[in-house]
């Protein structure tokens, strides 16, 4: 029936579903992936960890902001942006640690760890396609899953260079553009929310 509301509640669903899937898959390879990462001593798997928790953060905040106003949702996606931000910064101090203190990864574990996570984030990406540009905090889950995707190949990448040199730093390398992806989609997701929210102020001052 038109003016239902009946679109509205079916999209807000879908959305729902779209970010429950995305929330388990992140949160599950979180738990794998920071524990294969500790045991492998890899700074690209513990910084692609850190990514996944980092999504599944967005995703819950994300579940949050389905069926509220646009101010609510370009929050969420600020307070998403934001704990994005922190974790990279993060990984940037972890990845200084280990270049002073020294590190020792296990590259079999890096490449076999960093397929299992591509493979979980192309699933994610397949999932939400089709939300890529809808609203923003699904414009945010789109642009950390396609970040993610660039992260696991670097993985496997460092894992490859691990085990052809026999040397550490393709792992610190790699940490640290995984590190300077999540920052990236952090101020990215922090741009849109802030535009978002411009527009909107200045779509209430035109109706007044």
């Known amino acids: 029936m038109s003016g239902c509301g009946c679109e509205v509640e079916i999209k807000d669903q879908t959305q729902k579903k779209v970010l429950y899937w995305l929330l388990g898959i992140n949160a599950v390879m979180f738990v794998v992936e920071m524990s294969v990462g500790l045991l492998a001593d890899s700074t690209a798997l513990i910084a692609d960890s850190l990514d996944m928790l980092a999504d599944a953060v967005v995703y819950g ?123 990236r989609g952090a101020i990215s997701i922090l741009k849109d929310a802030k535009q978002e929210l411009r527009n909107n102020r200045q779509s209430i001052g035109e109706a007044l």
């Open 61 to 183: 905040i994300g579940i949050y902001a389905v069926g509220k106003t646009i101010i609510l949702k370009a929050n969420a996606a600020k307070i998403s942006g934001y704990f994005q931000l922190i974790l990279g910064l993060i990984i940037l101090f972890d990845i200084a640690r280990r270049s002073i203190l020294g590190s020792d990864p296990e590259s079999l574990l890096m490449m076999g760890m960093g397929f299992v996570a591509l493979i979980a984030n192309v699933i994610c990406l397949l999932i939400i396609r089709k939300q890529k540009s809808g609203e923003v905090h699904m414009r945010a889950s789109w642009i950390f899953s396609a970040n993610d995707v660039i992260a696991n190949m670097g993985v496997i990448l460092a894992g490859v260079t691990v085990y052809l040199f026999d040397t550490r730093w393709p792992d610190l390398v790699i940490g640290l553009i995984v590190s300077i992806i999540v920052l």
